[in-house]
C-alpha cells in the first residue's frame, strides 16, 4: 500500500531535514583554532602543549555542534585503535568479581580507552578471535570465558592487536597470562576446618552452567588438603535457589557431615541459613565457611567465616594493558596471581 507525504504550504515534503553531520572543521572554525589543534585537544594528546584555555575552547564548541571524534579515523591516523575488548560473562559472576571487572573500565577509562563488552557466548576459540578482531581493538582482555587458543592468538596478532591478556585458571600461550590459583581457595578453607578439628567436609558445587571452571579447582584444592590429614571431602552440588539449600539441609542427618565449604559466601550464605531453619546449629554441629569476604556475611549471626582473595587490582591490570600496546611490558608469559587466606569468625 502507498502511502503519500503531505505537502506543507511552502510546496516542500513533510519529511524531517537531515542534520549534516559536524566536522573537525566545524570546531575549528567555531573555536577559532587549527584542525590539528583540535585533534590534539580531543584526543587527549600531551606531546602538544595547548593552554588550558584553548583547550576549554575546543572542547565547549566540540559540545555545541555535537561533534564526536570518528573512531575509525583515529585508528587510522594512529596505526591502532584505542579499544579495549573485553568478552562478556556468560556465567554467574559475583560481587566479587563484578566490582573488578567495574574497576578495571574505569583505570581503563582513565588511560583514554574505549571498554566495548562482547558477547561471544557459543563462539568456538577461533570463531571468537575473528569476531573480535572484526573490531581492530588495540588489546583483548579474556576472563576465561572464551578459551584462548595460540591460533586465535595469531588471527588477533595478524589482525593487529598488541595485546592478548588472560585472567582464568591456566595460562594461554602467546598471551600474558594472569592465573587465578583456585585450588588454593578450597584448600586454605578446607585446612582451617580440619585445623578446628573437623573431619568430614561437604564441599559446595554449585549447578550454575559455567561455574565449574571455578568450583572444580577448588573442590580439588579442598580434597588435596583432606588427603594429607585423613580427612572425607563429600561433593555437595547445590544450586542457588531456596528450594535447592532446603533440601539439601533436610538430608544433613544423614550425609553425616560436620563442616562445609561454601564455594563462595553467596553459596555459604544460602546453606547456612537453611541449616539453621532445619535446626542445625552452626558452628556447633556444622562449621561454615565461605569465600569471597563479602560485607554481608559480616552482618549475619553467626558472622560467616571465608577465605579473603586478593585478586590483581584494575588499574594494575590496565596498567599492564597500556604498557603491553605501547609495547614496554614485559614478555609474555604466566603470572600467578590470587593469595588466599582464610578470616576467621563466628561460624566456623
Keep these: 500500500m502507498s502511502q503519500s507525504i503531505e505537502q506543507p504550504a511552502d510546496g516542500t515534503t513533510g519529511r524531517t531535514p537531515v542534520r549534516a553531520v559536524p566536522t573537525s572543521a566545524d570546531v575549528a572554525r567555531l573555536a577559532g583554532v587549527s584542525r590539528a589543534t583540535v585533534s590534539y585537544v580531543l584526543n587527549n594528546t600531551s606531546a602538544v602543549r ?16 555535537g561533534y564526536v571524534p570518528h ?6 591516523r594512529a596505526g591502532h585503535s584505542r579499544l579495549v575488548l573485553l568478552p562478556t560473562a556468560h556465567v554467574p559472576v559475583g560481587p566479587l568479581y563484578s566490582g573488578f571487572f567495574n574497576d578495571l573500565q574505569w583505570a581503563l577509562r582513565r588511560l583514554d580507552y574505549t571498554v566495548v563488552q562482547y558477547g561471544s557466548v557459543g563462539l568456538a576459540a577461533e570463531d571468537a578471535a575473528r569476531a573480535w578482531a572484526e573490531l581492530r581493538p588495540a588489546a583483548v582482555v579474556s576472563m576465561g570465558e572464551v578459551e584462548v587458543t595460540p591460533g586465535a592468538v595469531e588471527i588477533l596478532r595478524r589482525s593487529g592487536v598488541k595485546a592478548v591478556i588472560t585472567v582464568g585458571t591456566r595460562a594461554a600461550e602467546g598471551t600474558h597470562s594472569l592465573v587465578l590459583d583456585q585450588p588454593r581457595v578450597g584448600e586454605v578453607a578446607a585446612e582451617h576446618l580440619i585445623a578446628t578439628g573437623r573431619r568430614r567436609i561437604g564441599v559446595v558445587v554449585p549447578e550454575e552452567p559455567g561455574l565449574g571452571m571455578f568450583s572444580g579447582p577448588r573442590l580439588d584444592g579442598a580434597r588435596r588438603a583432606a588427603e594429607a590429614t585423613g580427612a572425607t571431602v563429600l561433593p555437595l552440588p547445590l544450586a542457588y535457589t531456596e528450594e535447592s539449600a532446603v533440601a539439601l539441609a533436610a538430608r544433613w542427618p544423614e550425609l553425616g557431615l560436620d563442616a562445609v565449604f561454601g564455594y563462595n559466601d553467596e553459596y555459604a550464605m544460602l546453606l547456612m541459613r537453611a541449616l539453621q531453619d532445619a535446626g542445625v546449629d552452626v558452628p556447633g554441629d556444622t562449621a561454615v565457611i565461605g569465600a569471597d569476604d563479602l560485607l554481608l556475611g559480616r552482618l549475619l549471626r553467626p558472622r560467616l567465616s571465608t577465605v579473603h582473595i586478593d585478586l590483581i587490582e584494575g588499574g594494575e591490570l590496565a596498567a599492564l594493558v597500556d604498557a603491553a600496546v605501547n609495547g614496554t611490558a614485559d614478555a609474555t608469559g604466566r603470572r600467578p596471581l590470587l593469595d588466599s587466606r582464610v578470616i576467621v569468625r563466628e561460624s566456623s
Design 50 to 65: 595547548i593552554s588550558e584555555p584553548t583547550r576549554e575552547r575546543v572542547r565547549e564548541a566540540a559540545r555545541e555542534l
Design 71 to 76: 573512531a575509525a579515523a583515529r585508528t587510522l
